[in-house]
């Protein structure tokens, strides 16, 4: 399977903890995204990168999230610090970065349960 | 303030009926794309339009891009059970082609 691979797919952890996650996109793209969706509503972008460099954060994204492409390949994710609002599903997504049409391709998501 | 608005919000019918879900904005896009989502998973894509008054077709699904690049539509025909899930209308701006506002979808259940 050549799509975007995200891990893990379910985390549970306690309020306070720091997780991360994890997204390979596919290959010979080099623009990746990390985006967060709730239930009721759709996915609101976070972050993208063109290759290893973080070209822009959403004011979604406080200072106890941070994200790194080190690489250009895979991508990671960390919270810091959870809070019962972290909550959610955050999804990464990959683009080959036309200027036309760029489509994005998304993984399957990792769920986030902060209890 | 919901740059993508999408109607309806949720849609029940029974199998082999037609439907139409719109995804409308007062904003110009310079490209739509459409998903479709299961619960539990992420969105998988299923057509992008960029051209004002362009129509894509996959199967049954039928998909307009509205001719200011403003609005689209998307047409299922003898809707089937697998077409259950949430459909969802994602915009890219101008120079910000790598950043989508997505709507809020709409909840297409097909009963048998």
């Known amino acids: 399977d050549t799509g975007v691979s995200q891990n893990p797919r379910h985390k549970i952890t306690k309020r306070g903890q720091n997780v991360t996650f994890r997204c390979d996109p596919i290959s010979e793209h080099n623009r990746l995204y990390w985006y967060r969706q709730t239930l009721g509503q759709g996915p609101e972008f976070l972050t993208y990168f063109q290759n290893e460099a973080q070209l822009e954060k959403s004011r979604l994204l406080s200072d106890r999230f941070s994200a790194e492409r080190p690489k250009g390949s895979f991508s990671t994710l960390e919270i810091q610090r959870t809070e019962q609002g972290d909550s959610a599903m955050y999804l990464c997504a990959s683009s080959p970065g036309r200027i036309s049409g760029n489509t994005i391709y998304f993984g399957e998501g990792s769920w986030l349960t902060v209890v | 303030t919901q740059l993508l608005e999408q109607s309806p919000q949720f849609l029940s019918i029974q199998e082999g009926e037609n439907l139409t879900v719109y995804c409308n904005s007062s904003s110009v896009f310079s490209s739509l794309q459409w998903y479709r989502q299961e619960p539990g998973e992420g969105p998988v894509l299923l057509v992008t339009?960029?051209?004002?008054?362009e129509v894509k077709k996959l199967k049954r699904l039928t998909f307009q891009f509205g001719d200011a690049r403003k609005d689209s539509s998307l047409h299922i025909t003898a809707a089937q059970p697998g077409d259950t899930g949430l459909y969802l209308c994602a915009g890219a701006r101008g120079g910000s082609n790598y950043k989508l506002t997505f709507g809020k979808g709409t909840l297409l259940t097909v009963n048998p």
């Open positions: 339009v960029v051209t004002g008054g």
